[in-house]
């Protein structure tokens, strides 16, 4: 089966193309969800995961093209941070249309997308035994536990009744 990503660390237009057509059909998908799910208005959840698939592709391509060894998840979120700020003209509109989609609605969607990931490489995932899937447990129980205890502590520091 062909890779829908090209892992090449240079960017070529089947790379790119790619992309596009990855995160157009995951943001079709999101919107949809989030309009049964959340009931939110289709035209702005589309043009809010278009806002987010164009950062998405930017943080790829300069993580493939930067001289740096740098996560293209690093360069996504300081372009969206950056984007967001306050002070930056774009910040009124990237924050309305990106609001109106719901995290939920894409974590679903990335969800069934890695469970397709993983049962492309099911036998790899079964070569590593018992071991690996008690590690996996712990490692994601320790994850949600640990946000939970920090999300708990800022909200009793701001006031936040919990």
């Known amino acids: 089966m062909v890779d829908f990503i090209d892992g090449a660390e240079n960017v070529s237009v089947h790379g790119i193309f790619n992309w596009i057509l990855l995160l157009a059909i995951f943001s079709i998908i999101t919107v949809i969800g989030n309009y049964i799910g959340y009931k939110h ?33 690093i360069y996504i979120s300081v372009i969206g941070i950056v984007l967001a700020f306050p002070s930056m003209p774009t910040s009124g509109v990237l924050l309305h249309y990106v609001s109106q989609v719901e995290l939920l609605s894409i974590v679903t969607v ?37 946000s939970a205890v920090v999300a708990h502590i800022i909200l009793v520091m701001t006031g936040v009744p919990v």
Do not use: H, Q
């Open 110 to 146: 990335f969800l069934a997308y890695v469970g397709i990931g993983m049962g492309k490489s099911w036998n790899e995932f079964k070569a590593l035994g018992w071991r690996a899937i008690i590690v996996t447990v712990l490692v994601i129980a320790s994850t949600y536990l640990g």
């Open 41 to 73: 208005p289709i035209a702005d959840s589309l043009v809010g995961m278009a806002m987010l698939s164009l950062i998405t592709l930017c943080g790829v391509w300069m993580e493939r093209e930067l001289p740096f060894n740098i996560s293209s998840i």
